[in-house]
Nanobody
């Protein structure tokens, strides 16, 4: 597995922006699908966005499409989540995740399908 460390969370006002970072280490990343999930207290971990590390294609949950952008910097071995137009319902702990083996025929949106996880970073959006 790879080691993932998230950063960039915080407390912001509704409508504002925030950029999360996920620094990876420990293994080769060329064949990993990377993703962001989020989880509020008492709720299931929810898929947010995914990116193919080698191909650069992306996929988003309907709830964030058009507001959030997932990207990566291969030189820095880092995945980002740029969040704009934040809403109170976006309040969650955000996690970075990596999947080693994947099929190119579909995106993986289930938390149990990923191999490695970061520690999470809290994002709180006030009304």
């Amino acid at each position: 597995q790879v080691q993932l460390v998230e950063s960039g969370g915080g407390l912001v006002q509704a409508g504002s922006s925030l950029r999360l970072s996920c620094a990876a280490s420990g293994s080769s990343f060329s064949m990993y699908q990377m993703a962001w999930f989020r989880q509020a207290p008492g709720k299931e971990r929810e898929f947010v966005a995914a990116i193919n590390w080698s191909g650069g294609s992306t996929y988003y949950a309907d709830s964030v499409r058009g507001r959030f952008t997932i990207s990566r910097d291969n030189a820095k071995v880092t995945v980002y989540l740029q969040m704009t137009g934040l809403k109170p319902e976006d309040t969650s702990v955000y996690y970075c995740a990596a999947k080693r083996r994947f099929s190119y025929s579909r995106w993986y949106t289930g938390a149990g399908e990923y191999d490695s996880w970061g520690q999470g970073t809290q994002v709180t959006v006030s009304s």
